[in-house]
């Protein structure tokens, strides 16, 4: 069985709409999930678009799984913030989320931005 080269592959994907390059310049690409970061540095990154959606596929050798730790404020502590901020709860959580829960710090952050 013969196969097709990378050449032909690509032109028949143009023909049915598919644009294909790889993504130059790519250092590392992460992954989140609520429980770990999957880092993949030297990443070999190739993109696929159609009218109505990307794909992006990542290959690598050098991967490295990192534990994310939980937040350290509860959902009342969100809405502590909110209020006390005048935002949303979604600001509220991302304040808290970058002041490491910190009460005092994310309202001062939202009120001196």
Known sequence: MM???VR???RMLERLGVNFEEV???EEVIIRTQEKDIVIKGAQVAQLK???LTVFQ???ENIEEVKREKPKFTEEDVLLVAQQAGVSEAV???ALIGSNGDLA???MSL???
């Open 111 to 113: 009120k001196t931005s």
């Open 24 to 26: 130059k310049g790519v």
């Open 105 to 107: 710090k994310a309202i």
């Open 58 to 60: 990542v290959s690598g």
């Open 8 to 10: 032909q592959a690509r």
């Open 3 to 5: 196969g097709i080269n």
């Open 50 to 52: 159609t009218k109505e």
């Open 92 to 94: 509220a959580r991302e």
